[in-house]
């Protein structure tokens, strides 16, 4: 196609093509798609995409897993204030402890993405692991449309999901490394994964000192 051609409809400036009233999703709302909804089927396939774009890239399970942690945890570092700004102004109280974030991430991030809160939210038992926390999903949506060979029967794609959360809790400045393991139960749960919360030391300190003042 010759410079002096056009797209019926679309306005080329600076390089970037834009439709003819001018505008991009940049101008879009952030309120305008809060009840917006992807299909799981669109959610699939952009999902397989990005994990087999990512598998072209790396040599092994725990580096493809890591790289979709990675993923993960960019969009994890907006969702927050995203979430927050939705919400009304008397209500955008942003999460000030462990526990109140963790609750947080169960109930709001993941009704957010999967529409539906996480199963369960526990405490490690480990009386000297006290930075430990768990997020249980019996079903992570991120698994239910991967094939994933016998070769390869230890990746676990929600590995994107506990970037996520991982983007989440440093938005919020608690920091923490989050990695998703599978613990199936039989059939009827068996992709049922846990999302172990490790948070930094100095949280817990933090935490902590709070909690004496």
Same mark, same amino acid.
């Given at each position: ?20 009233? %001018?505008?991009? $999703?940049?101008? @879009?709302?952030?309120? @305008? ?17 990005m994990v087999t774009?990512?598998?072209?890239? =790396?040599? %092994? ?13 960019? $969009? ?9 700004? @939705? ?9 000030? %402890? $462990? ?9 709001? $991030? ?37 094939? =994933? ?14 970037? =996520?959360v991982e983007g ?11 990695? &998703? ?24 300190? @933090?935490?902590?000192?709070? &909690?004496?003042s």
């Amino acid at each position: 196609m010759s410079n002096s051609q056009q797209v019926p409809g679309v306005v080329k400036e600076s390089g970037l093509r834009l439709p003819s009233n %001018g505008k991009s $999703i940049y101008h @879009r709302p952030l309120n @305008r798609t809060k009840t917006g909804e992807l299909s799981q089927a669109s959610f699939a396939y952009l999902f397989g995409e990005m994990v087999t774009y990512a598998q072209k890239r =790396v040599k %092994g399970i725990q580096e493809l897993e890591q790289r979709l942690n990675l993923q993960g945890h960019s $969009i994890g570092m907006k969702l927050l204030d995203l979430l927050m700004y @939705r919400e009304p102004a008397r209500t955008q109280l942003r999460p000030l %402890g $462990i526990i109140q974030l963790l609750h947080f991430i169960k109930q709001n $991030i993941w009704l957010h993405l999967f529409g539906r809160q996480a199963d369960r939210l526990e405490k490690s038992n480990d009386a000297d692991k006290p930075e430990e926390y768990m997020i249980i999903d019996n079903e992570p949506l991120v698994n239910q449309y991967i094939s =994933v060979p016998k070769e390869m029967s230890q990746l676990n794609c929600a590995a994107f999901v506990a970037g =996520v959360v991982e983007g989440v809790c440093d938005g919020a400045d608690f920091p923490a490394k989050v990695t &998703a393991h599978t613990v199936g139960e039989g059939e009827m749960w068996p992709g049922k994964t846990v999302f172990l919360v490790k948070f930094a030391k100095e949280v817990v300190e @933090r935490e902590a000192y709070l &909690a004496k003042s």
